[in-house]
């Protein structure tokens, strides 16, 4: 097998591993909720994180070659998902908000079905399939983004707690994990020797990721009262925009 095939067989296990523990922790009893908790939950944030990990797998497996019909899969398997929950005695209702989240996340990623098809990208795409090929390194990559990501959303979360008396759970998780993509993307571009390539996308990529971050930032400022969770839109709108970004670069 080339390193191509073993990188997608590689995909393929991540995939039903993380589709298993994303359906399993999403099935588990809820307790009843208090007027006080000592940890406010990122819930819908986790909730689009989480499916559009599930997306980015799915779509490393090569099993469904039309990002349309995969994202119609994953559409479908979100709204299951969040009825079955409703159905079993888990004391978990349905949440129209829970499935905009995941739903969110399913499109978002979907948008970078293909980022690494063009000729000016083939390097890369060579480079990253040959690390995702070995099962050491999709080990290595994990452990840096889970423990980046979850040191980083403790020491942010108890430090806006103490400064501010309140709980920014979705603002801290979010910055955290992002934090973290960032880590686990340094060490790809270190292990790929993708340090020329990286800088010139990147030059290329500054004014719009400035554009973007600015206009997230914005609506993040200007709806931070509605309903809807701002911390999934502002991440939604960031996951699309640097998509736009890379697109321009490449």
Request: charge should be neutral.
């Amino acid at each position: 097998m080339n390193p191509h095939e073993l990188a997608v067989r590689n995909w393929r296990i991540v995939f039903l591993i993380w589709f298993v523990l994303l359906a399993t922790a999403t099935h588990l009893p809820q307790p009843i909720p208090t007027d006080n908790p000592t940890f406010v939950s990122p819930d819908k944030l986790l909730h689009f994180i989480c499916f559009g990990m599930l997306a980015f797998c799915l779509i490393g497996t090569e099993w469904i070659k039309s990002p349309l019909r995969c994202w119609l899969v994953l559409a479908a398997w979100a709204i299951v998902d969040e009825i079955t929950q409703d159905l079993l005695p888990l004391n978990r209702a349905f949440s129209s908000e829970d499935l905009i989240a995941g739903e969110l996340g399913i499109a978002a990623i979907m948008c970078w079905s293909g980022a690494l098809g063009k000729e000016s990208t083939k390097k890369i795409k060579e480079e990253v399939a040959a690390i995702l090929a070995i099962p050491k390194n999709w080990f290595q990559l994990g452990c840096i983004g889970f423990i980046v990501t979850v040191f980083l959303f403790a020491s942010i979360w108890f430090f806006l707690r103490e400064i501010f008396g309140e709980q920014y759970s979705s603002l801290a998780f979010c910055v955290a994990f992002l934090t973290g993509l960032l880590c686990v993307l340094c060490i790809i571009i270190i292990k790929g020797n993708l340090q020329i390539e990286s800088r010139v996308l990147l030059k290329s990529m500054v004014p719009w990721l400035i554009g973007t971050i600015g206009i997230a930032s914005m609506t993040g400022f200007l709806f931070n009262n509605v309903s809807i969770n701002v911390s999934v839109v502002v991440l939604a709108m960031l996951v699309v925009g640097f998509r736009i970004a890379w697109n321009r670069a490449t």
